[in-house]
């Protein structure tokens, strides 16, 4: 089993950056597919970007060039980096790990692009 905890939202103003940590306590972080989702208010959740085991990313379009995602499995960590934020990013951020078919979540963690 594979809790997450994500951490580093926030509000920032449009056009700035925050890094969204997801810190996983379990065993065998390495063999776990990753991913980080979003919810806006009224809106399914939709997917943000993934990073396989072997560090393979996939970002759509809505996010491509602005975000990136990253694993540090020596410290059961992933991370993303969010730059040049806009207003259609707010939402409550998650992650996620998935290995046989099994997917575990975090709490969420909240991020509000506001002026």
């Known amino acids: 089993q594979l809790q997450l905890v994500e951490s580093g939202g926030g509000l920032v103003q449009p056009g700035g950056s925050l890094r969204l940590s997801c810190a996983a306590s379990?065993?065998?972080?390495?063999?776990?597919?990753l991913g980080w989702y979003r919810q806006a208010p009224g809106k399914q959740r939709e997917l943000v970007s993934t990073?396989?085991?072997?560090?393979?990313?996939y970002y759509p379009n809505s996010v491509k060039g602005r975000f990136t995602i990253s694993r540090d499995n020596a410290k059961n960590t992933m991370y993303l980096q969010m730059n040049s934020l806009k207003p259609e990013d707010t939402a409550v951020y998650y992650c996620?790990?998935?290995?046989?078919?099994?997917?575990?979540w975090g709490q969420g963690t909240q991020v509000t692009v506001s002026s």
């Open positions: 996620a790990a998935t290995k046989s078919r099994t997917t575990y």
């Open positions: 990073i396989q085991t072997i560090g393979s990313t």
């Open positions: 379990g065993r065998a972080f390495s063999l776990y597919a």
